[in-house]
């Protein structure tokens, strides 16, 4: 089946520094992927639609400078938080839609942990 | 904007049971609906999908069912097993876009 992979699983960083997520399509081409982000016990939100070749979609109260995408080719695209602080830790996760299989598929996700 | 309810929050079960978990939504303009397990710090994994103009799906152990006029699924889990223990994360795709809307999840302890 079609395989998202998504790292590192986890990261561990002081605040102020920056951390890059990279999400990747192993098997099949992805125009479009997407991040979300996931606070204790709290359902998983949509941030942001990541689209190749353009400037990705952000949902309201997500800051985009602060949550940079860039999505450069069909198979990758990354999550770089910048400017890390302690209210950012969460579990990121993103997903790719296969348009064949009309189902999206997701990465193992990113727990990140800001000191 | 669609909102997306699970019900219950968490569940404890002795091994064996049949249990049901459920899910409703407050718009029926979906495409499809999904059911998903996530075991703790890790991905996604999806057991079953559900287009909208289908009333329920099957695998294995697991059956998902959909009536998408009252805004309900329901996911029904057979002689369930301790590795069952994990959060269940029904998720709804409306017709507008490839995006998907999550429920807050059920979390499932099934004990020997």
């Known amino acids: 089946g079609a395989v998202v992979s998504q790292h590192p699983s986890w990261v561990i960083c002081k605040s102020g520094t920056s951390v890059k997520i990279e999400c990747r399509s192993l098997?099949?081409?992805?125009?479009?992927m997407f991040w979300y982000r996931q606070f204790p016990k709290q359902s998983l939100m949509l941030m942001a639609t990541?689209?190749?070749?353009?400037?990705?979609?952000?949902e309201q109260g997500v800051e985009k400078d602060k949550f940079l995408i860039n999505h450069a080719s069909l198979t990758l695209s990354t999550l770089t938080v910048t400017s890390a602080h302690p209210e950012d830790s969460s579990f990121y996760i993103c997903?790719?839609?296969?348009?064949?299989?009309?189902?999206?598929?997701f990465g193992s996700g990113t727990q990140l942990s800001v000191l | 904007k669609q909102e997306v309810t699970q019900i219950p929050a968490a569940l404890s079960v002795p091994e064996g049971e049949n249990l049901v978990l459920n899910c409703s939504f407050t718009?029926?303009?979906?495409?499809?609906l999904q059911w998903f397990r996530q075991d703790p710090g890790k991905g996604l994994t999806s057991l079953l999908l559900?287009?909208?103009?289908?009333r329920e799906q099957t695998s294995g152990r697991l059956n998902a069912s959909l009536d998408k006029s009252s805004g309900r699924s329901t996911l029904y889990i057979a002689a369930s097993q301790p590795g069952d223990s994990a959060t269940y994360l029904c998720?709804?795709?409306?017709?507008?876009?490839?995006?998907?809307?999550f429920g807050k999840g059920t979390s499932l302890l099934v004990t020997p």
């Open positions: 997903s790719a839609p296969d348009r064949r299989r009309e189902k999206l598929f």
């Open positions: 098997d099949f081409q992805a125009t479009t």
């Open positions: 990541s689209n190749e070749g353009s400037k990705a979609t952000y």
């Open positions: 718009d029926s303009a979906i495409y499809n």
């Open positions: 559900i287009q909208s103009s289908q």
């Open positions: 998720a709804v795709r409306s017709n507008s876009g490839y995006a998907l809307n």
